[in-house]
């Protein structure tokens, strides 16, 4: 009893070594942008604002922030109808068909980031979408589709058709039978794909520098830039404000997930 109880003791302290070691990079940027001082100095006496104000009090860093925002919930919400269709088309598909067509979908992932935005690039500028919300927009959502089509086809396995057809044998509409039999089940799926989308999103930088314009730059392009400039502790800001804004959407998520599951 002695052995087994000392060996979880020491499964718990590895695992909790891990956390640290994985959570210490971001407690660290968050306490950044409360020092008083350019630098981290660690234990500080006063914690100050000094930072947000700038962040707050500076039009570049808001308008990256907004186009974060705009961006990541518009390739979100996109991503979450297309790839929901996408896989509900996928499970009327042989399984043979259907594997292949799911390695297609994938392709996006799975090709490297810097080759899929110089051929976006090479694609939306012709189209003038380069430069542009939209062509933003559309890249993001892109990258985005897969994660839904996998997240949703998962959920889509164990899903019996016979709940389908009975909807329709009692005078249901496909419409009707999608909002109130299949989308139910499948919402839990949708969620967790939409949270990957926003937090993918919000955080792509690459596809982002390539389609981009000055008035387009997301807040991560605008955190490079940052390094550049010398705006260190403003730069922990904006990190610490991708955090929360991470932290609030998987809250919502969450909620919502268990809302609707009760």
């Not at 996006?108 to 380069?130: E, N, R």
């Amino acid at each position: 009893m002695k052995t087994v109880t000392f060996g979880r003791s020491l499964i718990g302290a590895f695992c909790l070594l891990i956390l640290v070691y994985l959570l210490l990079p971001v407690v660290l940027i968050v306490l950044l942008s409360f020092s008083p001082t350019r630098f981290l100095d660690l234990p500080f006496a006063k914690a100050s604002l000094e930072w947000w104000r700038g962040f707050a009090s500076s039009p570049s860093w808001l308008m990256s922030l907004g186009n974060s925002l705009i961006v990541a919930s518009a390739a979100t919400v996109l991503a979450a109808t297309l790839g929901t269709m996408a896989a509900l088309g996928l499970k009327r598909l042989s399984r043979r068909g259907a594997n292949i067509m799911r390695v297609v979908f994938a392709m996006p992932l799975i090709t490297p980031t810097v080759v899929f935005a110089v051929s976006a690039f090479l694609t939306y500028a012709p189209l003038g979408l380069a430069g542009s919300y939209l062509g933003l927009i559309i890249a993001h959502t892109a990258i985005g589709t897969p994660l839904i089509v996998l997240t949703v086809s998962a959920v889509l396995e164990g899903y019996d058709e016979q709940l389908s057809r009975a909807a329709w044998s009692l005078g249901a509409s496909r419409f009707t039978t999608f909002r109130l039999v299949t989308f139910p089940v499948i919402f839990n799926g949708v969620l967790s794909g939409s949270f990957f989308v926003f937090a993918l999103s919000l955080d792509e930088v690459v596809i982002s520098s390539f389609l981009a314009g000055p008035e387009q730059r997301t807040l991560p392009l605008r955190l490079f830039s940052g390094i550049k400039d010398g705006d260190s502790p403003v730069m922990a800001v904006a990190a610490t404000i991708l955090i929360v804004l991470s932290l609030a959407f998987t809250m919502t998520m969450h909620l919502l997930s268990r809302k609707k599951t009760r």
